[in-house]
Structure formats: structure tokens, C-alpha cells
């Protein structure tokens, strides 16, 4: 047997991709867990090694449903049926917040062709916005939150600003999500401010990952994020202010071995015609959307 046909060899090989890779054996526990999952899930090889899929350690899907969108997992399915496949699915990070990734599942069979195993491949989907583009350089002039690590909100006003100057010159429609976390006072009360300051720096990230690369994002107030959606309708808007709001509620963190989670309110609404920042985040706050209609404007 030459070196390459050593199984350590291949062994070591998966073990150091940056891709995730873990292998799930026929009782649905899992065998193998590489650097890369470790490196974009956050969880250490014997965290997860020996536990079974049923305790959603990656995602919250039972046997009959995804509990983020609300039907048959695909995964679950694809492997069921004993096929390769791939999916896009939300994962829990070890530190609570969701990451977006792109799964590719294979069975694993033995010489008689009976799956005795699935070995499961994921790479994070990674969306880079405009306020991210040299992010170092804005913490340095100050225009990042110090806890969430998004857009603070003098910089959020410069973006709402320019987006506004846009659609009075251009009518570039845009809609903005009022994203406020429900009793944030109570759960700083409760648990301490470590505590509150862990779970915005998540639900921050969260947020980023659900608006994907188009999207804005800063804190407005202590309770309360600003969203900037661009070049949405009102259908799309409140699609994405949905999305959010299910993404973000089904984050938690583990706080001295206690699961701590908050909810959040996500309020859209739609640019119109003589928009100030203050009269749009108005009717943010009423939870009013207007319809398309509403939003065309005569230019001049």
C-alpha cells in the first residue's frame, strides 16, 4: 500500500478542508466533524461527535418540518430518499446567531449498495454590503456601534438621507424594516448587561445574514434597529421584514448554561412621495405599508 492509499491519508485530508464536512451514521448521530465545520459553525469536534441530528445542534427540523420556513426540510428529505442532493438552510452558530449555508449531502453506501451513512458538505454563504467594504475604517472614524458592530445611527441618517435624495431625483423606491426587541430593559434586569450586550451583538449578525448584500443595517436607539431594503416593492419589503423576524426569534445564546433568546417586532414601511427620515420611521412605527400605487411620485 503506497502513502496515498493509507485511509489516514484521506482521513487527514477531510479533516483540513476549509469546507465543512461531517459524516451521520444510519442512527442519525454524527461520526465526523472536520475544522472547517468547526471554524464556520463555531462548535469543537467533541461538542458534536456522538450526538444525534434529532437534538437540532445544526437547525431546527424535526421530523416533520423546518421550523424556520415551516415545511418538510429538504435536507431531511434528500436523505431519507437516499439521494444526493444540495440545499441553502440556516445553521445554528455555536455563539446563536444563524448562518446562511449551502449544504450538499451524499449517501454513503457499502458494497451490497444498503446507505450506511451520509457524509454532508456546507460551505458558508457569505454577502459583503456597502457599510462592511473597509469596516475597520469606519469603527475608526466612528461610525460603528460599539456592541453590534453595525452602522451607528449618524451613519444610518447619512444612508436614509441619501437614499431619499435618490428617490426624489431618480424614483429609486426603497422600504425600511423598524426592527425593536421586545423588553430588552426586563432581560438586561434578569440576566445582566454581558448577558444583553452578547445577545444584540447576535441578533445583529442574524439580521446582517437575513438581509444578504443588499440590505443596510444600523442601531437606531438602545431597543431598536433601522433597515434599509433598496429597490424592493411592498410585497418584497414585508417578505423580508417576515424573514427577519422568524430568523431572529429562533436565535439564542447560551448564558451559564441556561438558553436565553428575546423577540423582536419588525414593523416596514414603504418610501413616499416628500419622505422625511422622521415621517418614515413615523409610519414604520404604525406598521403600515402603502401600497405600490402610493409610492409613485412625479418627478420635478
Not at 471554524?39 to 445542534?57: D, F, L, M, Q, T
Not at 427540523?61 to 415551516?70: I, Q, S, T
Not at 446563536?96 to 444498503?114: F, Q, S, T
Amino acid at each position: 500500500m503506497t502513502d496515498l492509499q493509507d485511509p489516514g491519508i484521506f482521513r487527514a485530508v477531510l479533516d483540513s478542508l476549509y469546507t465543512g464536512v461531517y459524516l451521520i451514521g444510519r442512527d442519525g448521530r454524527i461520526l465526523f466533524w472536520n475544522e472547517g465545520a468547526e471554524r464556520i459553525i463555531g462548535y469543537r469536534r467533541h461538542e458534536v461527535i456522538g450526538r444525534s441530528r434529532r437534538e437540532n445542534i445544526l437547525m431546527d427540523c424535526d421530523e416533520h418540518r423546518c421550523v424556520l420556513c415551516g415545511v418538510a426540510c429538504p435536507l431531511i428529505e434528500t436523505l431519507r430518499a437516499g439521494q444526493t442532493g444540495d440545499v441553502q438552510l440556516f445553521f445554528h452558530h455555536k455563539a446563536g446567531h444563524r448562518v446562511p449555508v449551502h449544504v450538499r449531502a451524499v449517501p454513503i453506501r457499502d458494497h451490497n449498495g444498503l446507505m450506511i451513512a451520509n457524509a454532508e458538505s456546507f460551505d458558508e454563504q457569505i454577502s459583503v454590503s456597502e457599510p462592511e467594504i473597509g469596516q475597520n475604517n469606519l469603527a475608526a472614524h466612528g461610525c460603528l456601534d460599539v456592541v453590534t458592530g453595525v452602522m451607528n445611527q449618524g451613519l444610518t441618517r447619512s444612508y436614509l438621507r441619501e437614499h431619499l435624495a435618490f428617490f426624489a431625483e431618480y424614483d429609486l423606491s426603497f422600504g425600511i424594516l423598524s426592527i425593536r426587541i421586545v423588553e430588552l430593559e426586563q432581560f438586561r434586569t434578569a440576566h445582566g448587561r454581558e448577558a444583553a450586550d452578547d445577545i444584540l451583538h447576535v441578533i445583529a449578525d442574524t439580521m446582517k445574514h437575513a438581509l444578504g448584500a443588499a440590505g443596510f443595517l444600523g442601531r437606531w436607539t438602545e431597543d431598536q434597529f433601522v433597515a434599509i431594503v433598496p429597490n424592493c416593492s411592498a410585497a418584497e419589503l414585508e417578505k423580508t421584514g417576515d424573514n427577519v423576524r422568524t430568523i431572529v426569534n429562533s436565535s439564542q445564546i447560551r448564558w451559564w448554561g441556561d438558553l436565553l433568546s428575546v423577540t423582536v417586532s419588525v414593523e416596514p414601511a414603504m418610501v413616499e412621495t416628500d419622505d422625511q427620515i422622521e415621517s418614515l420611521l413615523e409610519r414604520a412605527a404604525r406598521g403600515r405599508v402603502p401600497s405600490p400605487a402610493t409610492i409613485n411620485h412625479e418627478l420635478g
